[in-house]
């Protein structure tokens, strides 16, 4: 993947360095990402403020990128989708051990499925049926085992850092606690399952920098009881959980009224974080945070890298943490303090979501393969595999930034804690108006872990991204006050 900018970034930073680029810059038009009868002209808003660095513009992808998305294969998707349709039900309450009908048959089609990727990987992905015994609980009325099914790629120089990406194999009707009529869920959620199987086919033979764990996980519409146990095994392994991804209900572009947006996608993310503490929430009411979250961070680089003619996609992100009345698994990461955003599409036709196969007035209702679009969630998983590929060969989020505030000046001092991956190149600092919702300008400063900015901190926000020897970028890093 392309560097961002050229030319040569200094080695060590200094306040004529941003003195001199700062004359030097000069305000224009912000980049347009080319999609196709998508993209809007650029107005007056989208200029970028004068001041030190250059303006940013997005990471494209490269070669080895480009041949992997061209690889996602809509048959494939159409197939997986369908299997998982023909199981009749796959109510979390269903029969675990029928070889033909219910949720126990559908995951041990996944496992199968995924143990074949696995194959092909040299032993870098392995594949585990994750069970528990869920006692009684909300929608769970006698105790009952809950299976997820994981594909885990392991990092080859940063096995620790890990990125996530999910779908649910359960399904329901209309009457969440009906285990035994037929309940297809096609686009809820055999769609996000086939975008997890998609690229863990894809990248099982294609060494990663991070982890990457595909996980088919259950029991999401009795309460996101599948999603919040691997998010605990992931926390009790020790895993640095750096992104997550849900693709929950992307199977469709048709609106109940026929409305058709083929090449976008939903992207909701969460400004002030569920796990905030009251002290991080007096941080933040203090200096202005609640757009620049980490989960907020990680949608703007699902834009960066995403939004692009390799994906032929728009990445529409929304400032919630997820639609009204509905919530989806990455919720389960975001409670444990990581980064975490849902994918779903961007109109959504109710009458083929939660409801009994039926036709009523003329009108068919219920989840059914034939209202799907799988060239569209071919579409969606080349956005998750953009993000997820340059994720995790792209250098960790920096840690530890801070913004020095002991002291009252009109300058501007960051400092964050150095990477250890061995391809780390240096670091960038971006920053923006207060009132922009994406980052502006970019400054390349080098292999340093402090430095001086001829800018007010009272008046840009500020971030830290790292560089990779080969031009990939990490997602932002706001840095917190201190000293």
């Not at 095994?233 to 693709?247: I, T």
């Not at 979250?293 to 990680?298: D, E, N, Y």
Request: hydrophobic residues 35%; charged residues 25%.
């Amino acid at each position: 993947m392309g560097s961002d900018d050229t030319g040569d970034r200094p080695t060590r930073s200094t306040r004529r360095t941003f003195l001199s680029a700062s004359a030097a810059a000069t305000a224009a038009t912000a980049a347009t990402v080319a999609v196709p009868a998508l993209a809007a002209p650029a107005t007056a808003t989208d200029a970028p403020p004068p001041g030190p660095g250059r303006t940013l513009r997005p990471q494209r992808p490269d070669r080895e990128l480009r041949e992997l998305l061209r690889q996602v294969d809509p048959r494939r998707v159409e197939a997986i989708v369908r299997r998982l349709a023909a199981f009749g039900t796959r109510h979390t309450l269903s029969s675990q051990d029928d070889p033909q009908r219910g949720i126990g048959a559908a995951r041990d089609w996944i496992h199968a499925r995924l143990q074949e990727y696995a194959a092909t990987s040299g032993g870098r992905m392995t594949v585990e049926l994750q069970s528990y015994i869920q006692q009684p609980a909300s929608r769970i009325p006698t105790a009952t085992r809950i299976t997820n099914v994981v594909a885990t790629l392991r990092g080859t120089t940063s096995p620790n850092r890990t990125y996530v990406v999910t779908g649910h194999y359960d399904s329901r009707v209309t009457d969440v606690m009906d285990a035994v009529s037929d309940s297809p869920g096609a686009d809820d959620d055999a769609s996000g399952v086939a975008v997890v199987m998609e690229l863990a086919r894809l990248m099982a033979s294609r060494p990663t920098a991070a982890t990457v764990v595909f996980a088919a996980v259950a029991a999401e519409e009795q309460g996101l009881y599948g999603s919040a146990y691997l998010a605990q095994q992931l926390k009790a392994a020790g895993a640095d959980v750096q992104g997550m991804f849900s693709d929950d209900i992307v199977g469709s572009s048709t609106a109940d009224d026929g409305t058709r947006d083929p090449y976008a996608v939903r992207l909701f993310a969460e400004g002030v974080p569920t796990a905030e503490t009251p002290a991080e929430a007096s941080t933040r009411q203090s200096v202005g945070g609640e757009n620049d979250s980490p989960s907020r961070q990680l949608a703007r680089f699902v834009r960066d890298v995403a939004e692009n003619d390799a994906t032929g996609m728009r990445v529409r992100v929304i400032y919630r943490r997820d639609r009204y009345l509905r919530g989806s698994d990455h919720i389960s990461f975001l409670r444990e303090g990581w980064p975490a955003a849902r994918f779903t599409e961007p109109n959504e036709d109710f009458a083929h979501q939660h409801q009994d196969v039926r036709v009523q007035d003329g009108q068919q209702f219920g989840d059914l393969p034939e209202f799907c679009d799988f060239g569209y969630i071919a579409r969606v998983a080349r956005v998750n595999g953009a993000a997820l590929w340059s994720l995790a060969q792209a250098p960790g989020t920096p840690k530890g930034a801070v913004i020095v505030t002991t002291d009252l000046t009109n300058n501007t001092t960051l400092r964050w804690q150095r990477g250890t991956e061995p391809d780390l190149a240096g670091y960038e600092v971006v920053w923006r108006e207060t009132t922009a919702a994406e980052w502006q300008r970019v400054i390349p400063v080098g292999d340093v872990t402090e430095v001086s900015i001829d800018l007010s901190k009272d008046n840009v926000f500020f971030g830290i991204r790292a560089v990779g020897r080969d031009g990939l970028r990490s997602p932002v890093a706001f840095p917190r006050p201190g000293s």
